[in-house]
C-alpha cells in the first residue's frame, strides 16, 4: 500500500520574512481529503567548529522556549545561497571564525510533521578569527566547550537544541573512532 497524499490545492495564509504558511488540502490513500497546516521554510544550515578539541557553542536567549539555549552556530539559507556557503557565513558571524575547512556531516527534518524545512549540518576545523558580526537584534555569546563536556551536557539535558545533539554524534561517530 502507498501511503502518498496528492495535493489538490494550497491556500497561503501568511507570507513572512522567515516562513510562509499553506493550508493545503490533500487526497488521503483511501480517497478521502483532508487538510495539511505547512510551514513553509527556505532551510538552514549549521556547522560543529572544532577548535583545539573544543567545540564552538553558542548560548542566545530563544524567545519561544523562554531560556536561554546552548547551539551549534546556524541560520537560515538565504534565497539561492549554498548550504556550505550559508555554514560558513553563519560561522564568522556569529563567533567570528573563518574556518580553512568545512564537511558534510548529514541533513536533517526538524519537525516534519508540519515543516518542509532542511537543516544541512557541517563539521568545521582550523582557521582565525576575523571578527564577529552579528545580524541586527542578534544577541549571543560564544563559548568554546571541551568535546567530553558537551556529551556531558547532551547527556544531562542541558543542550537541548537537536541540530546540536545531531551534529554532536555525528562528529562522535564519524571522526572520534
Do not use: W
Not at 127 to 150: M, R, T
Amino acid at each position: 500500500m502507498s501511503f502518498f497524499e496528492k495535493k489538490i490545492s494550497s491556500r497561503r495564509i501568511f507570507d513572512g520574512k522567515i516562513l510562509k504558511l499553506d493550508v493545503d488540502e490533500v487526497s488521503l490513500p483511501d480517497g478521502r481529503s483532508a487538510f495539511r497546516e505547512c510551514i513553509r521554510h527556505s532551510g538552514g544550515a549549521a556547522v560543529l567548529f572544532v577548535k583545539e578539541g573544543k567545540i564552538a557553542l553558542v548560548k542566545q536567549y530563544r524567545y519561544l522556549y523562554g531560556e536561554e539555549l546552548y547551539e551549534i552556530p546556524a541560520g537560515k539559507l538565504n534565497e539561492g545561497e549554498r548550504a556550505d556557503v550559508s555554514a560558513m557565513r553563519e560561522l564568522e558571524e556569529e563567533t567570528g571564525y573563518k574556518a580553512e575547512k568545512i564537511i558534510p556531516l548529514c541533513r536533517i527534518y526538524p519537525t516534519p510533521g508540519y515543516t518542509d524545512e532542511i537543516i544541512h549540518i557541517f563539521y568545521a576545523e582550523g582557521g582565525s578569527f576575523v571578527g564577529q558580526n552579528l545580524d541586527d537584534g542578534e544577541f549571543l555569546g560564544v563559548e568554546f566547550i571541551p568535546f567530553e563536556k558537551v556529551g556531558e551536557m547532551v547527556a544531562d539535558g542541558r543542550i537541548k537544541d537537536a541540530k546540536t545533539i545531531v551534529a554532536y554524534y555525528f562528529y562522535k561517530d564519524k571522526f572520534l573512532k
